[in-house]
């Protein structure tokens, strides 16, 4: 298929949840494909992101092609994409994390998959990653009786699921915006005597 970048994104709608640095970063992108952007945080931090309210998370997420998982894991949201809330999405969107991987239940991501619910996952975190990232790199088969490990591994074999290993941000553009980035912040402290962007 032929599609322009424009003409891919046309008619598509995506839900960030969590638009904080990285989300609303991930926002300027859809648009740049023409998706129509929703987000959805306790903080409304971005005065140019059309929030929806997490009571209307139901009804919005009935009409979403993607949703971006981009928010902070806390006491309070562990498991917040499970088959509860996910089994809602219109039929054969895509699922990304690029947050926390405590924030999604990996065995439901495998049972909306398994249903065509799901159409696609993407994947850039893990559940207790230090050590699922351990039993991923072996080149021996390795066994385990968790759930979630299981799922993953069943996920790593599916031709519409693609996990990358903590790093996605690594692309070229990404890695050319850091040295930019980088330039910025040294030549602003060389003429000012201060860095643009204090930590």
């Not at 599609?3 to 859809?30: D, P, S, W």
């Not at 309210?53 to 009804?59: A, G, P, S, Y």
């Amino acid at each position: 298929n032929n599609l322009t970048c424009k003409e891919f994104g046309k008619n598509k709608k995506m839900l960030i949840v969590g638009v904080g640095n990285i989300g609303y970063r991930v926002e300027k992108i859809a648009k740049a494909l023409n998706i129509t952007v929703y987000g959805l945080d306790i903080i409304k931090k971005y005065q140019d992101i059309n929030y929806i309210e997490q009571d209307n998370l139901i009804e919005t997420i009935k009409n979403i092609d993607i949703v971006v998982c981009c928010m902070n894991l806390t006491s309070d949201n562990h498991n917040y994409f499970d088959y509860e809330l996910l089994s809602n999405i219109k039929k054969g969107s895509l699922f990304i994390n690029v947050s926390r991987g405590e924030l999604v239940v990996c065995n439901d991501l495998l049972q909306l998959l398994k249903e065509g619910r799901l159409g696609g996952v993407g994947m850039d975190v893990y559940p207790n990653e230090n050590l699922l990232g351990d039993k991923l790199r072996s080149t021996d088969n390795w066994f385990t009786d968790n759930k979630e490990e299981i799922a993953i591994l069943e996920m790593s074999k599916l031709t519409n699921v693609i996990f990358t290993p903590h790093n996605a941000f690594n692309t070229i553009e990404g890695l050319d915006q850091k040295v930019k980035d980088t330039v910025t912040q040294i030549t602003h402290f060389y003429e000012k005597g201060y860095f643009k962007w204090a930590v």
